[in-house]
């Protein structure tokens, strides 16, 4: 599968933005989905993930209440809406599929998007 992420930018802090990937080929319903992200010099971390179904959804302590994420397996998307930006979530932020499992650490990933750069300053 190929993902291309797009919707990043520059936001004031407080601010909303929605990140989308969209998934080719026809098998995306078969992949648990996630966004990873990575900061200048830091390591790439966990963000939040989806099951197939869209049943239950995983997030980072850090932005658990802030973002959300959600699929949309008939347009092959996935998206994560993130409200209440802060500094500390500037990064790039990927998308991911896995056709096993739920991962929290990017090591054992199957595929990875490109990135999009989110910047979160006034």
């Known amino acids: 599968v190929q993902l291309q992420a797009s919707g990043g930018g520059l936001v004031q802090p407080g601010g909303s933005l929605r990140l989308s990937c969209l998934a080719s080929g026809r098998t995306f319903s078969s992949y648990r989905m996630h966004w990873f992200r990575q900061a200048p010099g830091k390591e790439r971390e966990f963000v939040a993930a989806?099951?197939?179904?869209?049943?239950?959804?995983y997030y980072a302590d850090s932005v658990k209440g802030r973002f959300t994420i959600s699929r949309d397996n008939a347009k092959n998307t996935v998206y994560l809406q993130m409200n209440s930006l802060k500094p500390e979530d500037t990064a790039v932020y990927y998308c991911a599929a896995d056709l096993t499992a739920i991962l929290t650490m990017p090591t054992y990933i199957d595929y990875w998007g490109q990135g999009t750069l989110v910047t979160v300053s006034s």
């Open positions: 989806i099951r197939r179904s869209g049943s239950s959804t």
